[in-house]
């Protein structure tokens, strides 16, 4: 029996958070009145007392902040310190940097809080007493939390970035631990109803790393904290995967098998995972990559190729493709060459890196792969995860058209005032 093949290796403390979103209750700076959240602070304060704050993200510890003008407005007027504008019959107030006391207060509870993250990143530089199980394998950890990062990156492809671009790293991981014993994938969020689905979801989307766009994620990496005039928004810390992605909805996780024990000693990631092409012995490390190389260099647009091929017929088409280029035979024509070389210079002479019929690969025993180590095949959609996806989106439910209006009048309002002020 032919195979499977394999193909041979190519080479052998805590910090406060950046967001100033919480739930913790907050005391007016005007008035006694208490609110749940700083947030709903800020909107009692520009409802009530006609005051906005300018760039409350960019306040590095927003408490303190309105602690410290909490303590000074009850010593001077409102008018004293804040610049007014008249609309519409009312006098609203814009506290900013404009001011140079609150430019001041600003850069001084950014630096305290930049202090506080080099502290804490050259502790845990320092400490060579760090011991941990790893979270997949449970091989034990030591000494530094460098080479547990390393680790994670090396045997089991997971990516959260250089050590020395890391800060509250046991945090981090805590997090990523959670997010796993949650069955929610680190990179698009969604929640699967088993390990061995999600393991295989983010082994074969390549979503073995934390989602670029979740802030969460920001407190975690020291280039957050250097910067103290630019949204986090806008500065990128952490790298963004070549292929993008858009956060889905959760999809229902069941209780019983997050009850289970969980068993992660299999995932891990082989010395070489390369994608090879389907027409040369081309490598690529990136599914992009592979997909570029087949456009530029034999001119075959391969997803669009199989679009009309559902998951099944485009594993037997690649299967197919395997055997015959390691036959030394054409997938095209079945011409048979004595080498390899003869054979890609004859693909490419003849512009036969094309589809071949159907009738050559649609068979029964190209269900089984060339190589059983072949990382193309992973990379196949089988369309599952768009099907749900969907089916989420039509069913999801739609805030009303009053709340809808409600919100965007109030945040539309705040901007035109600052925007006023600001001028």
């Not at 009312?90 to 001084?108: I, K």
């Not at 790293?169 to 061995?196: A, G, H, M, P, W």
């Not at 999600?198 to 670029?212: F, I």
């Not at 197919?320 to 011409?335: D, M, Q």
Request: aromatic residues 8%; proline residues 5%; hydrophobic residues 30%.
């Amino acid at each position: 029996m032919f195979g499977p093949l394999s193909f041979s290796d190519a080479s052998k403390e805590d910090s406060p958070p950046l967001s100033n979103e919480d739930t913790e209750s907050a005391l007016c700076i005007l008035c006694p009145e208490q609110c749940p959240s700083q947030n709903e602070l800020l909107t009692h304060i520009f409802v009530s007392h006609k005051m906005v704050i300018a760039d409350v993200p960019l306040i590095a510890d927003l408490k303190l902040y309105l602690d410290y003008w909490r303590v000074k407005l009850q010593q001077v007027g409102v008018s004293d310190v804040c610049t007014g504008i008249q609309m519409n019959g009312e006098l609203y107030h814009l506290l900013s940097d404009v001011l140079p006391e609150d430019r001041m207060l600003r850069q001084g509870l950014h630096i305290k809080r930049m202090e506080r993250a080099l502290g804490q990143q050259e502790t845990e530089r320092l400490d060579s007493s760090y011991s941990v199980q790893c979270m997949f394998c449970r091989h034990e950890m030591s000494p530094t939390r460098s080479v547990y990062i390393q680790h994670l990156a090396e045997h089991h492809n997971v990516q959260l970035g250089p050590v020395e671009t890391l800060v509250y790293i046991d945090k981090l991981l805590d997090l990523v631990q959670r997010q796993i014993d949650n069955l929610k994938c680190l990179f698009c969020e969604r929640t699967y109803k088993s390990r061995d689905v999600l393991k295989e979801h983010m082994r074969k989307k390549g979503h073995k790393r934390l989602n670029p766009h979740n802030e969460m994620y920001d407190q975690f990496y020291i280039d957050s904290y250097r910067e103290m005039d630019r949204s986090w928004k806008n500065n990128k810390r952490r790298p963004v995967p070549s292929s993008s992605s858009t956060e889905p909805p959760s999809a229902g996780s069941e209780d019983e098998s997050a009850a289970e024990d969980s068993d992660w000693s299999d995932w891990t990631e082989p010395d070489s995972c390369d994608l090879v092409c389907l027409f040369c012995d081309v490598r690529a490390s990136a599914w992009k990559r592979i997909l570029d190389h087949l456009q530029a260099e034999h001119g075959f647009d391969f997803l669009t190729a199989v679009k009309h091929l559902d998951f099944y017929r485009q594993v037997k088409l690649v299967n197919y493709l395997r055997r015959e280029i390691y036959w030394n035979s054409c997938p095209v024509c079945k011409t048979k060459f004595q080498t390899k070389l003869a054979l890609y210079a004859h693909i490419k002479q003849e512009n036969h890196a094309v589809l071949p019929e159907e009738t050559y690969w649609n068979c029964p025993e190209y269900f089984f792969p060339t190589y059983e180590n072949d990382a193309f095949l992973c990379q196949l959609d089988d369309g599952e995860e768009d099907i749900v996806e969907e089916i989420l989106e039509e069913t999801k439910s739609k805030p009303s058209q009053e709340d809808k209006s409600s919100s965007t009048s109030q945040t539309k309002t705040v901007k035109t005032v600052e925007n006023q002020l600001m001028r």
